[in-house]
């Protein structure tokens, strides 16, 4: 999958572009989804030019929240997101996980939530730089993977984001890149020897670095910040996976 996060970007009209331009500059292949995770206020009108021109961009979530229901001001559930046709959300995203404080409890309530509601989850996860140098990083993974349980497998998709390349230019280097998907699959394995779960990697993904990155071994796809808004080069990426 080639997945486009506009994070807190964008108009109304500029999703609305995107999604027509988009459109008619891929060559689709139905073995690599391409979806975009726009801004939830946006997420109806986006529904909705997709639906108009009958696009093969899939919809998903920056965001669902780990209740179903009550007294949480500013929150979106599950069934709302289903009412928008989404059929997938991010979760565990590092910015979320920073700035919401969530930790693996409300982690877990999320997946749940999704799962439940037959919505397939991005299940983000990635180390500070101080983990990094400190060569702690699979440690660092372990933690937050430990929260999945084999059931979750046909449901998630995992993004591999290293904190320190988020929005930073420094994308990891393919050797890093290499061990740590084949860390996370073999992790995964040993949960469920069955699955064969897609691992995509995140960070200062680029219109000049994605063909080496996807070059990499065990690399399933892409989770684009940045270089994604802009439709051209978006459509560059994914005709190149
Ligand atoms: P950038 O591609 O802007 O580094 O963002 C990566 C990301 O966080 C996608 O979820």
Not at 171 to 195: C, G, M, P, R, V
Request: proline letters at 3%.
């Amino acid at each position: 999958m080639i997945v486009s996060n506009w994070k807190m970007n964008g108009t109304k009209s500029d999703i609305e572009h995107w999604v027509n331009k988009v459109s008619n500059k891929i060559d689709y292949k139905s073995h690599i989804k391409c979806i975009i995770c726009p801004p939830s206020c946006y997420l109806d009108s986006t529904r909705q030019v997709i639906s108009k021109i009958d696009s093969p961009i899939k919809l998903g979530s920056q965001e669902i929240d780990s209740t179903n229901s009550g007294a949480l001001t500013g929150g979106i559930n599950a069934q709302m997101l289903k009412d928008f046709s989404t059929e997938y959300v991010l979760i565990g995203h590092s910015e979320q996980r920073d700035h919401l404080n969530e930790d693996n409890i409300t982690l877990r309530f999320k997946l749940d939530s999704a799962i439940q509601n037959g919505i397939s989850a991005i299940f983000c996860i990635g180390e500070p730089a101080e983990v990094k140098l400190a060569g702690n990083t699979e440690n660092f993974l372990s933690e937050q993977l430990e929260i999945l349980t084999p059931d979750d497998l046909d449901f998630i998709t995992i993004a591999y984001e290293p904190i320190w390349a988020i929005g930073t230019g420094l994308n990891a280097d393919k050797k890093y890149i290499e061990s740590i998907h084949q860390f996370i699959k073999t992790y995964l394995n040993k949960l469920n020897k069955e699955k064969n779960i897609s691992v995509v990697y995140g960070g200062s993904v680029k219109l000049e670095n994605c063909e080496d990155i996807l070059s990499c071994n065990n690399v399933d796809g892409l989770l684009i910040g940045g270089a994604s808004l802009d439709p051209d080069t978006f459509s560059k990426i994914y005709n190149i996976s």
